[in-house]
């Protein structure tokens, strides 16, 4: 096992490499980057715009107004700053082999428009990310598993049916409008009173004791995670009823069964390790979906500032290094959940051996 470990952890290297080279040029060569956006604004009088490269004399030759939409009547020192200043006055091989060669020792660079560096953005918003991800799943998992085990004991019962139309209104129901219904009910919009509305601690948070911080958290983090973790909670139950029901037919099972084990060890000592090893193959996918792309509505509902809207604050002002940083971050522990998971599938069932595989 500790073979394959390595080979995995060496294959992130060209996985990156890969993910961030196609990116880097579709990204780089699609219309309406940075400059462009700039260009607008100084077109548009925006004083917070020119402020940014006033004074900044760069000779020059004259720019082509074709290759900016707009950059028509304006003064071509002021676009060869812009260029300057965005990194575009170089080559396009050289942006991406000095992105490479950054990336390699991990310095995302320094977003245009924040005045920061990447890394500490990334740091600052991560720890929101992870706590709604971490929170949801693990909630998801304590009450799907049990009850999608529960269904599948009891197939076609009525507790089968009530919980079965409980899940499917889950299901239907998005996230995002779970989260507006939690306000409405929980958080003072209609009803009570009872929770926070927006972000993950209180403003007083810093004068709190470590009792009242834990508490101040949970208490703000409840309606999100609640609201991320209700659809996650409908597919996985389901899964996990179909994938034990799938295994209690089996003939070893029956064999089992005739041998005069108990239904609890047949069901916890044959059937769970391997009806678990299709929920466990979804992990990985699950949890960068809550963190990276689930949570991005509820993190703007709630006023939460996590990686996901960063992120997309990042692409909609072509903030390009910000971009690229929280894309690496995301493929990173995408690439590094995905061995996780392998690594899982040999606790459950030692019978996996992933270095002997063709």
Do not use: C
Not at 153 to 179: E, K, N
């Amino acid at each position: 096992m500790l073979l394959y470990i390595l080979k995995r952890l060496l294959l992130i290297v060209p996985t990156l490499f890969g993910i961030i080279s196609i990116n880097f040029l579709i990204v780089q060569l699609a219309p309406g980057g940075p400059v462009d956006q700039m260009i607008a604004q100084i077109s548009g009088q925006a004083l917070s715009a020119t402020s940014r490269v006033a004074g900044t004399a760069v000779e020059t030759a004259p720019i082509d107004s074709t290759t900016y939409p707009g950059a028509e009547g304006i003064d071509p020192q002021m676009i060869a700053a812009l260029e300057k200043q965005f990194g575009f006055d170089k080559p396009l091989h050289e942006r991406y082999f000095k992105l490479l060669w950054d990336y390699l020792r991990f310095d995302l660079g320094e977003s245009y428009y924040q005045d920061r560096r990447v890394v500490d953005l990334v740091i600052e918003r991560f720890p929101v990310s992870i706590s709604l991800g971490l929170w949801s799943m693990l909630l998801t998992y304590s009450i799907a598993i049990p009850l999608g085990v529960a269904k599948a004991v009891r197939d076609g019962s009525r507790f089968d049916l009530w919980t079965s139309a409980a899940i499917f209104v889950g299901y239907a129901m998005p996230a995002f409008l779970f989260a507006v219904l939690l306000i409405v009910v929980f958080a003072g919009g209609e009803y009570w009173d009872l929770f926070p509305l927006k972000g993950l601690t209180s403003e007083n948070f810093d004068e709190l004791t470590l009792r009242s911080k834990i508490g101040d958290y949970f208490w703000h983090i409840t309606l999100p995670v609640v609201a991320l973790t209700a659809g996650s909670v409908a597919t996985l139950s389901m899964l996990t009823k179909n994938s034990f029901i799938d295994e209690l037919g089996k003939q070893f099972v029956l064999t089992a069964r005739a041998k005069g084990l108990d239904e609890r060890r047949v069901l916890y000592g044959h059937v769970f390790r391997n009806a678990m090893l299709i929920v466990i193959a979804g992990f990985p996918a699950a949890l960068i979906g809550t963190l990276f792309t689930g949570s991005l509505l509820i993190e703007v509902i709630f006023s939460l500032n996590g990686l996901g809207l960063l992120g997309f604050e990042a692409t909609l002002t072509r903030d390009y290094p910000v971009m690229f940083g929280t894309l690496y971050v995301f493929t990173l522990v995408g690439l590094l959940l995905h061995l996780i998971g392998d690594i899982t599938y040999t606790l459950v069932d030692p019978r996996i051996d992933f270095e002997t595989r063709g």
